[in-house]
């Protein structure tokens, strides 16, 4: 069974600016890794909660993004284990590009994820009516 093609299928598109063209590294991070990181998303916010366990998290927004990036930064089991939700859903035909550029694509994932993580874990303020 070839896994490549229900993995893409997986997917959702993520319109870029076509009137460009980006870099190699660029383009894998916009055609493939954003669009597996949303994919994947309520599997990074989950594992997140749960890892952090009965951790008091800030409740200012900036301090919570400080928190959420030295988190990823730090943690190497955290980190390492969400790039693994990452790279588990990379195809075969995609491997060899993530390998041959695993440290630049690496930090991008833990960037993008960091702020995919603030925009979700961010406390709502209170509804006044």
Known sequence: MNRSNPLRALRSEIHTD????????????????????????????????????????PTRTAALEEFIKTRLQKDLTLRNTCIGITVGVLTTEELPFYFEHKTELNKRIIQMLCQRLVDQLTPTPPCRE
Request: aromatic content about 18%.
């Open 18 to 57: 076509v009137t460009r063209s980006p870099l190699p590294l660029e383009q894998f991070q916009n055609e493939v890794l954003r669009p597996i990181l949303k994919f994947q998303n309520d599997v990074f916010v989950a594992y997140f909660r749960a890892y952090m366990g009965d951790v008091i998290w």
